[in-house]
């Protein structure tokens, strides 16, 4: 399918047909699409949790106000950011960007200056929210494979956080939750998949300057 018609085909799936799976085809290349998401300097500076236990899903389902989708979805990927990063998580990088592209840590170090500069000159709030953006960004490129490959999923937000932080052990970590997608093949009972999507027109959406 034209990109286009995939993402008219995708929305926010309410409910999952739990009896049908990802195969692990499905599923590694949309935890690949996750990794190869464009991130600022390429930093990661978030961790993807994939949940795939019924019964710590039942737990994160209570935590998620009883929704559906944590328990009837194939699969349920939990986004969650650094919760104050450093010079340790930008040095970590900076050693792994010159492993990968076979040049010394050195070679790289006006670069390191530059996130150094950029980044901790934030207050640890301020980094954290960067960081939930960068998640953000790879959700989108999530979503978007999704639909590619006909797979269903939905963008969720509303969840304790604290309480999947407590679930997954993610505090201790220096990582909080910040959003997560349920991924599998809709229900044919949701009475959302047929619904007409609504947006803005293009014209309205979209300022034209030439």
């Not at 047909?17 to 692990?24: F, G, I, P, Q, T």
């Not at 609504?198 to 309205?204: A, G, I, T």
Request: hydrophobic residues 40%; contains cysteine; aromatic residues 8%.
């Amino acid at each position: 399918m034209d990109i286009r018609e995939s993402l008219q085909w995708r929305y926010a799936t309410k409910r999952f047909n739990a009896d049908k799976k990802l195969s692990s085809e499905q599923l590694e290349m949309l935890l690949d699409a996750v990794n190869l998401a464009p991130t600022s300097y390429g930093l990661q500076p978030f961790e993807v949790v994939l949940v795939e236990d019924p019964a710590l899903r039942a737990k994160l389902k209570e935590a998620a106000y009883g929704q559906p989708q944590l328990t009837e979805a194939s699969h349920i990927l939990v986004f969650a950011a650094n919760k104050d990063l450093s010079e340790e998580h930008i040095d970590a990088y900076v050693e792994r960007t010159a492993d990968q592209r076979g040049v010394s840590v050195d070679d790289l170090k006006d670069f390191r200056a530059a996130m150094v500069g950029a980044i901790l000159s934030n207050d640890a709030e301020g980094r954290f929210q960067w960081a939930a953006r960068q998640a953000y960004i790879s959700l989108g490129v999530l979503l978007s494979s999704a639909a590619v490959a006909g797979v269903d999923a939905c963008p969720m937000e509303g969840f304790d956080k604290a309480g999947f932080d407590e679930i997954l052990g993610l505090s201790e970590r220096g990582l909080s939750s910040v959003m997560m997608a349920a991924l599998g093949f809709r229900s044919p009972e949701d009475k959302y998949a047929g619904l007409p999507k609504v947006r803005k027109s293009k014209d309205e959406l979209i300022e034209r300057r030439s």
